[in-house]
């Protein structure tokens, strides 16, 4: 008998879900994001549930088997448990597991095998996984501790540098007019009203602008974007004494940022490379079929 599964990979600035009978992808939807927050989980399972159900809806049916949930946010068991429970009560799956978002990315990287994956979206973070199977992480630490080279932080070192040069602090920019067009902010005082209201999302969401300037030859955008590079770099690098691999260890991107096209993925890459130790993966991954393989081990 065929069983339905559901497989959601949950981020900062959007949610994707996809629907599968046995290994037959009927159906994807995709919403707004739902990364989990401390004490915030029944938000983010409102919109993973609606998503799910628009999925479950377009392959005309009404309830999945099995759901795995990936969500960026839930590696700690408070937010991953507060999360299973909200999205449980819905009912839209007969079993139910909620992961981490890094973890759909391994399975859909690597299977089981060994291998790093550096993902940056609004946040940022890198999880390997060595040859015994057991996982290592480093940063995802969110916006106040961390998330280097996120979406995040370069949006919030394009802000910055926007003020410095306003003040003469440092040089000339580009910038300043994308980041007006993008905000809907008619000069800098409204910028700085909007900047001081605004979201990590919100924010992040400044970041594909400063990588086009960047990409445009702006001198200032091209040093946000070349320390973005190098952040992301790093965290497969010093994952390497975490895997105690004794050959080349792959390395797979993924998250808004690092996607198939996307300038700062060639730039990681390019670092990559520069690592004997370090096999970077050229072709982009599909959390979501991470998800409905995790979904199929389930049962």
Do not use: N
Request: charged share 20%; glycine share 14%.
């Amino acid at each position: 008998m065929s069983r339905i599964y559901l497989g959601a990979d949950v981020g900062g600035s959007k949610t994707a879900v996809g629907v599968a009978r046995d290994d037959e992808i009927l159906a994807r939807a995709e919403g707004l994001g739902a990364a989990v927050r401390p004490g915030r989980a029944l938000a983010s399972a409102a919109t993973i549930i609606d998503v799910a159900r628009q999925a479950l809806a377009e392959a005309h049916c009404s309830r999945a088997d099995v759901f795995v949930v990936g969500a960026a946010g839930a590696g700690r068991s408070a937010e991953r448990d507060e999360l299973y429970a909200a999205i449980r009560a819905e009912g839209v799956a007969e079993k139910l597991r909620v992961t981490t978002d890094i973890e759909l990315a391994l399975a859909a990287a690597f299977g089981d095998a060994e291998g790093i994956v550096v993902s940056a979206g609004t946040g940022s973070i890198a999880v390997g996984r060595d040859a015994g199977g057991a996982t290592h992480r480093l940063g995802g630490y969110g916006w106040q501790m961390g998330d280097e080279g996120s979406g995040y932080a370069v949006g919030r070192a394009a802000l910055g540098a926007v003020g410095r040069a306003a003040d003469g602090r440092s040089p000339r920019t580009a910038l300043l007019e994308p980041l007006l067009a993008a905000t809907r902010c008619s000069d800098l005082d409204e910028l700085i009203r909007w900047a001081a209201g605004a979201s990590p999302a919100e924010v992040a969401g400044l970041a594909p602008t400063v990588l086009g300037i960047a990409a445009g030859g702006d001198t200032v955008a091209q040093g946000i974007a070349d320390y973005a590079a190098r952040e992301l770099s790093q965290l497969a690098v010093c994952l390497l004494p975490h895997l105690d691999a004794t050959e080349s260890v792959r390395v797979a991107l993924t998250g808004g940022l690092l996607g198939a096209d996307r300038p700062l993925r060639r730039a990681v890459i390019a670092k990559l490379r520069d690592d004997p130790a370090l096999t970077p993966i050229e072709s982009p991954i599909d959390a979501v079929h991470g998800a409905l393989a995790l979904a199929r081990k389930v049962g």
